[in-house]
């Protein structure tokens, strides 16, 4: 009786055994010889860095695209920090240029020139400025504004975007028509400056105006 038990454990094992060995072969083994089959030689990986290497780069403008819209964005933070007259400009001048394009017509050489809305640096340039100006108008602080508004302006000048540049030079000159704590050099800088852009637009008489008033400004 005990060797009958034991002889059919001997069997069980053998075959618990055996059965290991041939899920092995068929399951185990195949999927490692898979492996070995598909990994890649030396020169395989070579090649592939190569290719990798060859293909071009995302710009900067093109991975925005991908995003939400920055200026949707932008927005957004605008309102969040209760920057409404910002948000309001911001609208107004991206209105402006795109009726402005259209006007002008597709032969017109500033046609091709693409709207601030897919120029991500200018666009949050321009936010950035818009938000302290806001703010140092809120703090009455009316120097500050002068000086994000000249900074606009000087931005601007640099890229030849003469719409904006013209615009923010005539934003610094209206700050400090409304607003009288500024010192007298300050006040005739502005006036130089819009007289300067009168003067590029061909306007001589406008121009004369402006530097008239700064002369007197100035030698007070």
């Known amino acids: 009786m005990a060797e009958t038990s034991i002889h059919r454990k001997k069997l069980t094992n053998e075959t618990t055994i055996k059965s290991q060995s041939i899920f092995s072969h068929s399951v185990i083994l195949p999927s490692k010889i898979n492996q070995e089959k598909y990994q890649l030689s ?26 939400n819209s920055l200026q949707r964005q932008l927005s957004i933070d605008m309102l969040r920090q209760g920057n409404h007259q910002s948000f309001r400009e911001l609208c107004t001048i991206l209105e402006w240029q795109k009726n402005d394009r259209e006007q002008l017509g597709i032969e017109h050489p500033h046609h091709r020139r693409p709207l ?3 120029e991500p640096d200018k666009l949050r340039f321009i936010c950035t400025c818009f938000n302290k100006i ?10 500050n504004m002068y000086k994000s508004y000249i900074e606009l302006a000087s931005f601007f000048s640099k ?17 400090t028509q409304t607003h009288s704590q500024f010192d007298p050099p300050l006040v005739a800088e502005a006036y130089l400056n ?12 406008n121009m004369t105006i402006k530097t008239n008033v700064h002369i007197r400004i100035k030698d007070k």
Do not use: H
Request: hydrophobic letters at 30%; one cysteine or more; charged letters at 35%.
């Open 42 to 67: 030396l020169k395989q990986l070579k090649n592939a860095a190569k290719v990798y290497e060859k293909q071009p780069s995302l710009q900067k403008i093109d991975t925005e695209k991908y995003r």
């Open 194 to 205: 819009v007289g300067l852009v009168y003067e590029r637009q061909g306007e001589i008489s």
């Open 159 to 175: 890229t030849d975007d003469y719409w904006l540049s013209d615009l923010f030079y005539n934003k610094c000159l209206s700050v």
């Open 134 to 143: 806001e703010e140092a108008e809120r703090r009455r602080q009316y120097s």
């Open 116 to 118: 601030l809305d897919g």
